[in-house]
């Protein structure tokens, strides 16, 4: 599923190896044409409000303008 292109990209992140495991395998899912449409319909359906942080906590994120 790693679709670079499309953006769509498998972020393993786990503390156990069961969990590491399923992480892999999940990586190998392929989606066809039809189904990365839906999903990029749902996904620019949504409307983002706000920053991921709060202000202190986004003074330790990297941006375009920190550079």
């Known amino acids: ?3 670079v292109g499309n953006e769509f990209v498998t972020i393993p992140g786990t503390r156990k ?3 590491l495991e399923e992480n892999f395998e999940a990586g ?4 066809s044409p039809e189904e990365v449409s ?3 319909k749902i996904i620019d359906s949504i409307e983002i409000v706000g920053d ?3 202000e202190h906590g986004m ?3 990297q941006t375009k303008n920190s550079f």
């Open 1 to 3: 599923m790693n679709l």
């Open 17 to 19: 190896m069961k969990y």
């Open 28 to 31: 190998k899912i392929h989606l």
């Open 38 to 40: 839906e999903i990029r």
């Open 52 to 54: 991921r942080y709060n």
């Open 59 to 61: 003074k330790f994120c």
